[in-house]
């Protein structure tokens, strides 16, 4: 049982450029979340989505976008990267009606 | 903006001691609460969850919750070397499991 898979696990990029971080979960779970963890700081909500279709942002949304078109995929899209984009992000996902939430590995990006 | 508050530590407690973490929340109607474990280079793991006052205790680890005061807390009983790891609270404000995380705690235990 995978669980949630995310890749890459690390990633260098050049300001300006753009990436896709994956996302797949293979436990059949409505709720997908993207977070960032900055060092020394909590988990930051970027986006969710409760279902495929659905979309919404968190906390600190700005320079990223999302998609939600299978239950599984959730993939996230970083457009023109900014230093303040270096940080570690996590994806997750959880069932309805619970608090718990499983994490995937995490991916380090850094922006130089 | 709704916010969880952690000491960041870190605690350090000798093997066999009682590690107590606390947290407070800002957000009145938050109504889920959440102690997540994250070792160093790893990603957070549930290990307890509370959702009305008083103790929840699940083998060495007890959550305690008082929402008049807005503060939940975990004890970890019989220490263990294995337990140095930051310690995130994280509380359900409501809707969507979007949780709010805290900075976290970084506990050490020492043999």
């Known amino acids: 049982n995978a669980g949630v898979t995310q890749t890459p696990k690390f990633r260098i990029l050049k300001i300006g450029q753009s990436m896709t971080l994956q996302c797949t979960q293979d436990?059949?779970?409505?709720?997908m979340y993207w977070y960032r963890q900055d060092p020394g700081m909590g988990l930051k909500l970027i986006y969710y989505?409760?279902?495929?279709?659905?979309?919404d942002k968190g906390e600190v949304p700005n320079g990223y976008n999302v998609s939600r078109s299978t239950t599984e995929d959730f993939p996230l899209r970083l457009e023109l990267a900014a230093p303040s984009q270096t940080s570690v992000y996590f994806c997750?996902?959880?069932?309805?009606?619970?608090?718990?939430?499983?994490f995937g590995e995490g991916s380090r990006l850094t922006v130089l | 903006q709704k916010e969880v508050e952690q000491n960041s530590g870190p605690l350090s407690v000798p093997e066999g001691a009682i590690a107590s973490l606390n947290c407070t929340y800002s957000?009145?109607?938050?109504?889920?609460f959440f102690w997540y474990r994250q070792y160093s280079g790893k990603s957070p793991e549930l290990i307890m969850s509370?959702?009305?006052?008083g103790d929840k205790e699940d083998g060495r680890f007890t959550a305690q919750l008082n929402k008049a005061s807005q503060y939940v807390s975990l004890l970890i009983r019989d220490s263990q070397p294995s337990d140095s790891a930051t310690y995130l609270c994280?509380?359900?404000?409501?809707?969507?499991?979007?949780?709010?995380f805290g900075a976290g705690t970084r506990l050490a235990v020492h043999p």
């Open positions: 994280a509380v359900n404000p409501g809707g969507y499991n979007k949780l709010i």
């Open positions: 989505s409760v279902g495929a279709g659905i979309t």
């Open positions: 997750a996902s959880g069932l309805v009606g619970t608090g718990e939430l499983f």
């Open positions: 957000d009145r109607v938050s109504q889920s």
């Open positions: 436990m059949n779970h409505n709720y």
């Open positions: 509370i959702y009305s006052n």
